[in-house]
Each structure stands twice: as C-alpha cells, then as structure tokens.
C-alpha cells in the first residue's frame, strides 16, 4: 500500500483520511492540540466558545448525506435562534432564515473529533519541512524531528500556509498564490448570570464587528451559562492585524457597547482569538489542486468556496481521485 501524509485535521483533513484509509496507508499530522481546525470550539470554566465556525449549511447532496446520518444521532442539531440585523445607527429589524442551519454537538469541533475515530492522527505536530528523498517525501517537523517518509503528501491547510510548505515543484504554487485570506477575530465573553436579550444570533452592519450570537442558545448540549461570541467584520480585522490585542479587544467591547447599551453587565470572562487565515475572500476555482507526478496535492474550503461545506467537498473529490490513482499505480 501507498502510504500518504496529510497536513490538518479539520474537516477536509479528516473527510480525506477516512474515504482514503482503505487504500493507503494514511497519517494525520495537526499542529494544533486538537481537532476541527477552524470548526473550533473553546472552554473556558463553564462556558464553552464556538470562535471559528458558527453553524454550517448543506445544499449539495453529498454534505446532505453525511448530514443526515449524523442529525439521526444527535450528533448534528438544527439551530433556530431568533436572528435580528443590527446596526448602531438603525432600528434592528428581524431576519428569517429560509434554509437549515447546523451545528455539532456538543462543540463545533465534535464533528471532526467523532468523524477521526480510528484514524492515525498526531496532534500538537507541525509539518515544517517536505524534501524529496529517492523515493517519496521525507516529513520534519519544527524541532526538525523526522516525522517519516511517504509516497503522497497533502495539505489541508489554508492556501498562503499551503504555499509555504509546499516544494518549489509543487505544479500548482501559482493558484495557490492568488487565493486571499481575511483574518478575523473572535472576541468570547461570560457572563455570571443569564440574560435575556432580543436577539440569538445577530449579522451586524457599519461597526467593527459583523456578527454577535449567544453560543448557550445553541442546541446539543452546550454549558447554559451565558456567553456571547462576537466576531470582527474582516474588513475591520484587516486594518488591525499588526495592532496589540489588548487595543482590539477594547475596540471590539466598545462596539458591542454601542450595539447593546447598557443591556448587559461587566462580563466575567473574556477572551479573544485572532484568526490570521479566517475567510478565503478570493478562492480558486478548481475543487482540489492535484499535481500526479510529484504525488503532492493541496484542498480546503478555499478551493471553491469558503465555508464548511465546501471544506467538505473538497476533502471528498480528492479522496475520489486519489482513489483511482492509488488503484491504478498499485
Ligand atoms: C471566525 C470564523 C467564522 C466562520 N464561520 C463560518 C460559518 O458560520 N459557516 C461556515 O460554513 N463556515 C464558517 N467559517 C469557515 C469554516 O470554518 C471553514 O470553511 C472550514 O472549517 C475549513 O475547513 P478546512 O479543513 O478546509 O481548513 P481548516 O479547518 O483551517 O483546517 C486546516 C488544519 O490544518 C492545520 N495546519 C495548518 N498548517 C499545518 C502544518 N504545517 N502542520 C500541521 N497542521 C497544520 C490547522 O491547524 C488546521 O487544523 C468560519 C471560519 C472562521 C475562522
């Protein structure tokens, strides 16, 4: 068997793991400490954060398919919150959604864990080196520790991150050079007791920030202690990215002071996370990005899109693809 490495255990990483582990022999390398990559979720005491990924929808059938085998389980919930538009400016006016909205439960990162179950995954693993060896690539990681050697390599990674690491050879470095990032930041708040505002879930217009959603309204088990996610409009995020956080976290609370008055109290806890690669804003057009003769290949939500479902898809044509190869040269 062909042995593969693949780089990120979100849920394109894992999507391709599970359809290639019959026939490869595949490792998962994540340099974070746990699963999901940007289906992210945080616990801080007792509140719990989705800071990456707020829900996701499903309009292909193939997303649709893995959906509805994990909604029959639980395991995804539908979320229904009361959703307004607010603006500082304006009256908030209310906002239906005519589609399914999902998360996982009991964490946006639940997904990616229970989708890894039986896969071979090294967390807390930086790939920071490929360099081609007589037969394959030879994989370090960032204390330069061989981390073996393999036949395929993948990267799930965000696409600047992707053309980073990837060799020189790599026939694909162009496209992956034109896909632009937008960074985001997510700014998490407790709150000692619970609150009752007008709202679940809000897309905010003309501030810093363009979203704001009490995580504890969300379905599947989540900690019902009051906790507000707000997220920074990537426009925003952009011109702060060089700036100290303590200065955008400030920014950030004033901007939700403006929206909410004086609706709520000091929070208890805050926290915030900056998202360097949140949001590809430009993606490429191809599904995946599969260069056969150097065995190295590239795929993620910014290959088409630039949301979970897209992730998803992504993962899944390459595992097909790979298949067929993988068959063909055995
Ligand atoms: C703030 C925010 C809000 C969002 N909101 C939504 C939403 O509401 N709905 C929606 O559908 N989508 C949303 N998204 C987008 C969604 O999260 C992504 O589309 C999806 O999770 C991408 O999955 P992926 O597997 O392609 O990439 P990722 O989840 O980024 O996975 C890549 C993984 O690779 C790892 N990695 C990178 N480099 C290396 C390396 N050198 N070695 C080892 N590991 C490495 C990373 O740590 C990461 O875990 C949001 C994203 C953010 C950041």
């Not at 929808?57 to 395991?75: E, K």
């Not at 065995?295 to 898809?313: K, M, P, T």
Request: proline letters at 5%.
């Amino acid at each position: 068997m062909k042995s593969l490495a693949i780089i990120g255990a979100g849920i394109a990483g894992i999507t391709l793991a599970r359809q290639l582990q019959d026939s490869a022999e595949v490792s998962v390398f994540e340099k974070s400490r746990g699963f999901g990559g940007r289906m992210a979720t945080r616990r801080a005491g007792s509140y719990q954060f989705d800071h990456g990924a707020q829900f996701f929808t499903a309009r292909s059938q193939q997303f649709q398919n893995l959906i509805n085998d994990w909604v029959t389980d639980n395991q995804i919930q539908a979320w229904l919150p009361r959703i307004l538009t607010l603006d500082p400016e304006k009256k908030p006016f209310k906002r239906e959604w005519f589609e399914p909205h999902y998360v996982a439960a009991p964490g946006m990162n639940s997904l990616c864990k229970t989708l890894a179950l039986g896969l071979n995954v090294t967390l807390n693993t930086q790939v920071a080196s490929i360099d081609a060896v007589e037969q394959g690539w030879l994989l370090k990681d960032s204390a330069g520790e061989k981390l073996g050697h393999f036949d395929w390599v993948i990267s799930t990674s965000p696409a600047p991150q992707a053309n980073e690491l990837l060799p020189d050879c790599f026939a694909y470095k162009s496209e992956l050079s034109t896909v632009d990032f937008a960074p985001c930041f997510s700014l998490m708040l407790g709150y000692e007791s619970n609150h009752k505002l007008n709202f679940d879930a809000a897309v905010v217009k003309n501030s810093p920030l363009s979203w704001v959603a009490s995580n504890s309204s969300k379905p599947g088990g989540r900690p019902p202690s009051f906790s507000l996610m707000a997220h920074s409009d990537n426009t925003w995020a952009r011109t702060q990215l060089e700036s100290n956080i303590d200065d955008v976290r400030h920014r950030m609370l004033e901007a939700l002071d403006k929206l909410l008055g004086d609706s709520l109290p000091p929070p208890e806890l805050i926290a915030i996370h900056r998202w360097k690669y949140a949001k590809a804003d430009t993606s490429c057009e191809e599904s995946f990005l599969l260069d056969e003769s150097n065995s190295l290949a590239a795929c993620g939500d910014w290959c088409g899109g630039n949301r979970v479902e897209d992730a998803y898809l992504s993962g899944l044509k390459l595992a097909e693809q790979l298949q067929t190869l993988l068959r063909r040269r055995a």
